[in-house]
């Protein structure tokens, strides 16, 4: 069975933020994974009690872009669901978040997109990514991927 990396997190959530990329939020609405869904619930929750989540603006929109599209959310509980996402004061795009990708596209060989999300968390002073999209464990300057779903060792 998965393992919660809410464990890990719990020494460190009043210290260190984390950035929470778009399949995390995505799971707390699929029903056909309740694992997934309850881990990213437990994730998520803790963040935001704590304080110390983080997301930028790529997330909102790829959010609501496969909430109904993919997760065949209705537009207005996408929209609801949105709304939320925006209290966690994201990370807006600028010309150094760009620059910054670009420097991961290169140096790491991440996809545009990957990138965009390594760079907006450097720039929110998180210490750790939430993703499965990364290699766990993988360091991106001071930014340590951790994956919430993912198998123990």
């Known amino acids: 069975m998965p393992r919660s990396v809410l464990a890990e997190m719990r020494p460190t959530l009043v210290g260190d ?3 929470v990329d ?3 939020f995505l799971y707390r609405f699929d029903e056909r994974d309740p694992v997934k869904r309850r881990i990213a619930d437990e994730c ?3 963040l935001w009690s704590a304080g110390t989540g983080r997301i930028s603006w790529q997330v909102i929109f790829e ?3 496969n909430a109904v599209t993919k997760a065949k959310l209705s537009t207005s509980i996408a929209r609801e669901a949105v709304g ?3 209290l966690w004061n994201p990370v807006p795009p600028s010309d150094g978040l760009l620059h910054r990708a670009w420097h991961w596209c290169d140096s790491a060989q991440l996809n545009f997109w ?3 999300i390594v760079a907006a968390a450097e720039q929110s002073g998180a210490r ?3 993703t499965e999209d990364l290699q766990a464990g993988r360091k991106f300057g001071s ?3 951790l994956n919430p779903f993912a198998q123990p060792l």
């Open 63 to 65: 959010f609501y872009a």
């Open 128 to 130: 750790y990514l939430l």
């Open 84 to 86: 939320g996402l925006l």
């Open 143 to 145: 930014v340590t991927v």
């Open 22 to 24: 778009t399949n995390v």
């Open 44 to 46: 998520i929750g803790a």
């Open 17 to 19: 933020s984390y950035f």
């Open 114 to 116: 990957d990138a965009m």
